[in-house]
């Protein structure tokens, strides 16, 4: 199970700002960080939890291992305004967190 | 590049079946296991069912189990899902995914 917090979280342009991800158990590495904006397939941000994916800005940032992880924008821009998502593939079933959605 | 798409999403009512199609290039689809994953409209996210790299081996996901199938073909670089007894809480965007990559999805409704 995958607790993500906060939910929702409002923000300004330029705000530095952390979603955090806790797990029930221990799953090393096997995170990833998902962005989704309305009508889209999730993004691909973060994977093994601090790899950032080619081609995502720079501000996107992931860390932790175990059971705690966070991802962080250093300096949120008009187009990070979306619903991001953390999910484990360490262990089946595979889950997802509840989703935060980052909001003005 | 890895490239996921799915087919075969539609309109079907309640008791019906479907079957949808993930083809995947850019990489060797015969070394790597798959999943399929599903979004109910204003919905969190949800993991369906994974298949092995060979096929042998399955799981799934309890909403589903007994009522979907998943397989693949490696030779035609496919993976497939099997919807059967379909009902409204089926209705979603199915994604197929390999390891953190996801295809574009494809809508199922499920409706009279």
């Known amino acids: 199970q995958l607790t993500q917090s906060p939910s929702p979280l409002s923000a300004s342009v330029g705000d530095r700002v952390t979603i955090t991800c806790r797990a029930s158990q221990d799953i090393s590495t096997y995170l990833a960080w998902y962005q989704q904006k309305p009508g889209k397939a999730p993004n691909l941000l973060i994977y093994?939890?601090?790899t950032l994916q080619t081609g995502v800005p720079s501000r996107f940032s992931g860390s932790g291992s175990g059971t705690d992880f966070t991802l962080t924008i250093s300096s949120l821009q008009p187009e990070d305004f979306a619903t991001y998502y953390c999910?484990?593939?360490?262990?089946?079933?595979?889950?997802f967190g509840g989703g935060t959605q980052v909001e003005i | 590049e890895v490239q996921l798409v799915e087919s075969g999403g539609a309109l079907v009512q309640p008791g019906g079946s479907l079957r949808l199609s993930c083809l995947g290039s850019?990489?060797?689809?015969?070394?790597?296991?798959m999943n399929w994953f599903r979004q109910a409209p204003g919905k969190g996210l949800e993991w369906v069912a994974h298949i092995s790299n060979g096929g042998i081996t399955t799981y799934y996901a309890d909403s589903v189990k007994g009522r979907f199938t998943i397989s693949r073909d490696n030779a035609k670089n496919s993976m497939y899902l099997q919807m059967d007894s379909l009902r409204a809480e089926d209705t979603a965007v199915y994604y197929c995914g390999r390891g953190y990559y996801w295809g574009q999805g494809t809508l199922v409704t499920v409706s009279s």
């Open positions: 999910h484990q593939l360490d262990s089946f079933p595979l889950t």
């Open positions: 850019g990489f060797t689809f015969s070394d790597y296991t």
């Open positions: 093994d939890a601090s």
